[in-house]
Nanobody
């Protein structure tokens, strides 16, 4: 089993920045792709960004150029730097990690962008 704990969410004004963290523990050996997804009220869960164990990244169209995903494999931690935040970025941000035998989710951290 892999446990994922997100942190760093909060309330921020439009144009502001936040940095999210996702700490993995448990059976972390063999974790491949990790990613951030978000869930907004009344909307489907959306892929924000994913990163492979080798550092290759993919971003959702709505966050390209504003968000940066990274990971520190030595610390078993993944990050999401979010800049120029917009009200439509509001939602619960969930961390995801995949192994050959298992797909794991954290509980999420709330991000609210509002003036």
């Amino acid at each position: 089993q892999v446990q994922l704990v997100e942190s760093g969410g909060g309330l921020v004004q439009p144009g502001g920045s936040l940095r999210l963290s996702c700490a993995a523990s448990g059976s972390v050996i063999g974790i491949g792709v990790m990613g951030w997804h978000r869930q907004a009220p009344g909307k489907q869960r959306e892929m924000v960004a994913i990163i492979t164990s080798g550092g290759s990244t993919t971003y959702g169209d709505s966050v390209k150029g504003r968000f940066t995903i990274s990971r520190d494999n030595a610390k078993n931690t993944m990050y999401l730097q979010m800049n120029n935040l917009k009200p439509e970025d509001t939602g619960v941000y969930l961390c995801n990690a995949r192994r050959s035998i298992g797909n794991y989710w954290g509980q999420g951290t709330q991000v609210t962008v509002s003036s």
